[in-house]
């Protein structure tokens, strides 16, 4: 049943007139909270390392955005210096706020902040966090209901990555603040939410987290922030349930595909039929292929009911969903070879999307060009990325793109050795750099009805654009 209105919690925080400092002002979280903070009144500044196509969207809608990142693109009247999880504490704009007495403050603390007083909306999990939050937010807007939201990825269909919400057709003001909510750097800890999705738990972020049983734990705490009067809706099948709701003051919903869930997904070729306690509430054809997308469309279903939604605006709504960018972006067809790109850089990502490609393509040759994030999530996670890769016919592997790992970290494990232990299972991997070279590769090995995907957080996107446009190495 849809919840009740909005909760008497202590309102947020005024921003208006404030001056914020956003370092990292083009990354797509950040942006979309800066965004949301000016639309609530805040005078919004920032900076990038450099010129990019982001920076020239926020300067258009009238950001001020300093390339460099130098002590001096901090402005003299700065309140409050916002940064990511990324930015080292010896980052030059950190270093000048300290000199002059500016406080720092995390994204995710002040994303936190900001739910204080709504109906905060966090969608938790390892995986299917921007999929999950992006088809909510359609839903929702389909619904006529008009939410707030940060995402960490661009969905062109809900105008990209951020909204400001502030009223509905019919007028009535919108409360809800709906966002990711990461485990790296513990960030989610920082969030009130009343209503919290946790999609699934599996090891990553191992260069901060000793263990799973870290990572568990990690979960449990964000669950225990959860508004008593709110809502918690968590993977029925995960192992770990339990262990992470046993702290919980609020109602807790499981959902899967076991008959037992709370909410049961039905998933018969692309149908999806979603049951609440057995009972068939909402069905509707998924526009992406596998199981996980229509686990995760049935999580975004359950939550915008929640959110006062109508199961016959939100069933159409999914079916029509065009997904978002780089989440198995299908980019088009060259030569009659079809190329997609995703964002998966874990060994479940990479498992499940290529199988459902597979699945869903039937291509004559699959060709995964997989770019590796972080050393070391390729060293802790070595032996699940060798089972990972089961359903593609060749994969081409560029260098580790690195990113926030220690120089040591760096010199631990290489491309070649997750290329060797590939190669030393069965499978045809290649170690290809630069990118220039995999493009040259690709020319001379695909053919006709073969697919190529390119996979990972990095930037091997490119690889794909600059083949599929024709222009080689």
Not at 442 to 461: F, K, N, S
Request: charged share 20%; with cysteine.
């Amino acid at each position: 049943m849809p919840d009740a209105p909005a909760l008497s919690d202590p309102i947020a925080p005024d921003l208006t007139g404030k001056r914020l400092h956003f370092v990292g002002i083009g990354g797509s979280g950040m942006s979309g909270l800066a965004r949301l903070c000016a639309a609530q009144g805040a005078v919004v500044t920032g900076s990038e390392r450099e010129e990019s196509d982001a920076v020239d969207k926020l300067r258009a809608q009238g950001f001020a955005v300093a390339v460099p990142q130098t002590g001096d693109a901090l402005p003299d009247a700065a309140d409050e210096v916002i940064v990511s999880a990324a930015i080292p504490i010896d980052h030059p704009e950190r270093t000048a706020a300290g000199r002059r007495g500016v406080p720092v403050t995390k994204y995710a603390a002040l994303l936190g902040r900001l739910m204080i007083g709504r109906r905060g909306v966090a969608v938790a999990g390892t995986h299917g966090k921007s999929t999950t939050t992006s088809i909510l937010c359609h839903a929702l807007l389909q619904s006529g209901l008009d939410p707030s939201f940060i995402l960490g990825a661009h969905c062109e269909q809900i105008g990209g990555g951020a909204r400001a919400g502030g009223a509905n057709g019919a007028g009535t003001a919108s409360d809800v603040l709906i966002a990711e909510a990461c485990e790296y750097d513990r960030s989610f800890h920082n969030f009130h939410p009343t209503h919290g999705l946790i999609l699934n738990v599996e090891a990553d972020h191992l260069d901060l987290y000793a263990s799973i049983d870290e990572i568990v734990e990690s979960f449990a705490h964000f669950a225990a922030l959860i508004h008593r009067d709110g809502s918690l809706l968590i993977q029925h099948e995960s192992p770990h349930r339990m262990a992470i709701t046993a702290g919980v003051k609020c109602p807790v919903e499981t959902l899967g595909f076991a008959p037992q869930a709370d909410w049961h997904v039905e998933l018969d070729g692309e149908h999806v039929t979603l049951k609440d306690r057995g009972m068939p509430v909402a069905e509707w054809d998924s526009p992406m292929p596998g199981d996980h997308f229509a686990y995760n469309a049935a999580a975004a279903a359950a939550t915008a009911h929640r959110l006062g939604a109508g199961w016959d605006t939100i069933a159409p709504a999914i079916s029509g969903f065009a997904g978002l960018d780089r989440r198995m972006q299908r980019i088009g067809e060259r030569g009659g070879v079809t190329l997609v790109d995703d964002y998966g850089h874990h060994p479940t990502e990479i498992d499940t999307t290529l199988r459902a490609l597979r699945s869903h393509h039937n291509p004559g040759r699959l060709i995964c060009v997989f770019q590796p994030h972080q050393h070391s999530r390729t060293r802790h996670l070595m032996e699940q990325f060798l089972v990972s890769f089961g359903a593609a016919d060749v994969v081409i592997v560029p260098e580790i793109f690195f990113v926030r790992d220690t120089e040591q970290e760096r010199q631990s494990v290489t491309a070649g050795d997750l290329v060797d232990r590939l190669r030393g299972r069965g499978v045809k991997a290649r170690h290809v750099h630069p990118f220039e070279a995999i493009a040259e590769q690709l020319e001379e090995l695909v053919r006709p009805g073969d697919l190529v995907v390119t996979m990972g957080a990095g930037d091997v996107w490119k690889v794909g654009r600059e083949w599929f446009a024709g222009r080689g190495p």
